[in-house]
């Protein structure tokens, strides 16, 4: 339709079928294909072609192992991650040459780390490894070339060659969602707030039905103290997903960077109830007691809790968030250093993360970041409310 005066410029009618039933992938395609064609009629393009054509999309079984796949994987859970990558590993044994699955392999094992669910040295080294498949493949996967961009930032630390591929990657899949959520989420961890909430933002216009970008939007809204837009968002990704673990948590956390442990409780009592064995509900509890004021039970609880734990293996990072609501100074360096050590991806956000606003002017803290490729982030216009009132910080330095 023109929309000047309503005239119909081009419409077809399509019809499929896949043995006795309509194949609603294949009518998809044919239907995207038609209307792109109509578009592009009597319009000039860039006829400079890419290495090779872009991948079809299977039919049959590997069809329906990816759909489910990217179903899961957009959940943004620790459970959907792992279904979603034994069905992507299962798609690329039997089409070994479908891009996409290799990508969405990568993507499903980066997630599961951040999730602090995967050892992060082996599952990076296998990200890498099914990235670089899938782009010897299809050069054109945005995904994977997002994927590449996020090692570079997050287990290379090296920011300026992670920039040139995000940038790469937007240039090649200009509407890759995964791309502009990863650059975004990267430029807010740097300072480049604007930057990054723009192109965060432009994620989830793309895919606005994918909880996972949802709650990485509402997460880098946060990192940048614009509260209330983090609040919002978690609130729209728990009215979906009621027991969404990372959605809870992270509300939680931004109720308390508000200064409003109170409304931060039901969140974290909800994250203990679906999340029993889980190391990040004691951790929230500490930070809840710290922020109260409660510090001597905290650290109590804390030490029980870290017994409790014994050799699981978990975050160092989140024991140094609670140790910082107890005012622990020295613990916090100490499990901030053991965390950047062991290159856990949560050490990425150090420079925006508002539970260590108190250590901003502190040496030690600024050596360390700037250690693991993190520039010393500049203060956010987002800023309206203080972070953490009511802590008890020792004297002692980190």
Known sequence: MRARDGVCLWSQRFEGTFGNRIDPFALQDEIGAAVLAALLEGTPVDATPLAADPPALPVGEVRDLFARGRYLARRFEIDGYRKAIALFQRAVE???AFAPAHSQLAACQAGLAMLVAAPSEA???????????????DPRDGDARAMLANIAFRRQHDWPRAERLFVEA???AP???RAHGSFGGSLVYCGRYVEGLQHA?????????????RADYALICAFARDYETAVREFEAVLELEPDHLFSRVMLGMTRTWQGDPAAALPHF??????AADHPVPGFCRVVYLGATGAVDEGRRFLAAHVERIGAAPYARYNRAMAEAYLGDRSAVATSLRIAAAANEVLVNSLAVDPTFDDYRDDVDFVALV???????????????TPSRPGRRPSPAGV
């Open 269 to 274: 009592d909800r994250v203990a109830a679906i």
């Open 94 to 96: 039997l089409e070994p």
């Open 170 to 172: 937007l240039r090649v």
């Open 370 to 384: 700037r250690a693991h490729g993190l520039p010393v982030a500049p203060p956010s216009p987002y800023l309206r």
């Open 175 to 177: 509407n890759c969602a």
């Open 201 to 213: 933002r432009i994620a989830l216009d793309l895919d606005p039905l994918n909880v996972s970008s």
């Open 123 to 137: 599952a990076f080294d296998e990200v890498g490894r099914n990235a670089e498949r899938a782009l010897a493949l």
